[in-house]
């Protein structure tokens, strides 16, 4: 029986930098924003009620807000947070203009990814990642350009697992037409490597042409969650002064094409609903015409029949005379 797609999957390999996007997308939409032209934009400049887009965001857990919103408060007093060391499963509920959607946020150790989509691992944690993959009604990747760059097995586990995963989307019940937004992190780091290749996008056709060959419904962004200045011991460290860039936009692609699929399949069902009402009513029409010829049919047989009485006793009352 196939599982109901009912949420969107955030998916990355180890140092894709999954633990802090998802930490600053939530901080961004627990707080609040407006999105104007599909770009997340700060105070009321250029936002007026009649252009802007409003979304935001609760954890349906307090454990899963305070984890969330304890790292960005980290994060913003310059310390990185610890490694992810186990699986963590939280969802997020999205409110975009009035309309609810649910994110699964499922936080795991790199290892993870690769028993889930490497080795198909039979493992409960891959088990479980593969359950949510399943489950994706829109997906988004997370992915380190300078890993995929510098080659080596690390670049083919991003590679070959992340087209593993979207293959696996593709090709279960419904998945045909899930939105996919490929994200390339900590862009402020990677620029250079993203310029070379000619672009967000010539970089992700370049290294993942394969998955591009397979995969259509899809957007490419370049992202960073959060700044990193050089520390006091010459170690990059984070810093807040800047809003993070793309963070919030690629959840905004995939909740638009999610909303758009279940308005066209919504006016697909009405025009279905009214065709069959129109046909109900014309088959109604039908029989209560048929039923009205026979009424008719009746009446004039019976009227018939009348006459040849009538005809019969006449001429037997004149015989009789």
């Known amino acids: ?22 930490a600053r997308l939530y901080e961004a939409l627990w707080q609040g924003c407006k999105l104007v032209d599909g770009k997340m934009v700060n105070g009321e400049a250029n936002a007026t009620a009649s252009v802007a887009t409003r979304i935001s965001c609760r954890a349906t857990t307090g454990v899963a807000h305070s984890q969330l919103m304890r790292i960005a408060e980290e994060l913003r007093k310059g310390r990185w947070p610890a490694a992810t060391a186990g699986n963590t499963y939280s969802e997020i509920e999205v409110d975009h203009s009035g309309r609810k959607h649910l994110i699964t946020v499922l936080d795991y150790p790199g290892e993870v990814f690769r028993k889930a989509f490497m080795s198909d691992s039979e493992d409960p944690d891959a088990l479980e990642l593969r359950m949510a993959v399943d489950r994706a009604a829109a997906a988004i990747l997370l992915i380190d350009p300078s890993v995929v760059a510098a080659g080596g097995e690390e670049s083919h586990e991003d590679v070959f697992g992340l087209m593993q995963a979207t293959l696996r989307i593709r090709q279960t019940a419904g998945g045909t037409i899930v939105p996919v937004a490929i994200v390339f992190t900590k862009c402020d780091l990677n620029g250079a490597l993203l310029r070379e290749a000619g672009g967000t996008r010539a970089f992700a056709r370049k290294h993942f042409a394969q998955l591009f060959r397979e995969l259509d419904r899809t957007s490419v962004f370049s992202c960073a969650a959060v700044r990193v200045v050089q520390g006091a011991l010459g170690k990059p460290v984070p810093t807040s002064d800047r809003s993070p860039e793309n963070v919030v936009e690629p959840l905004r692609y995939c909740i ?33 015409r048929k039923k009205s010829a026979m009424a008719w049919i009746v009446f004039a047989v019976a009227v018939g029949m009348l006459f040849v009485a009538v005809g019969i006793g006449a001429a037997w009352w004149a015989m009789k005379k």
């Open 256 to 288: 638009e094409s999610l909303e758009r699929g279940i308005d066209i399949t919504r006016a697909e069902t009405a025009r279905t609903d009214r065709a069959q009402v129109m046909r109900a009513a014309e088959d109604a029409d039908t029989e209560e």
């Open 1 to 22: 029986m196939a599982l109901p797609r009912d949420r969107i999957v955030i998916l990355g390999r180890r140092r894709a930098g999954k633990t802090i996007f998802l």
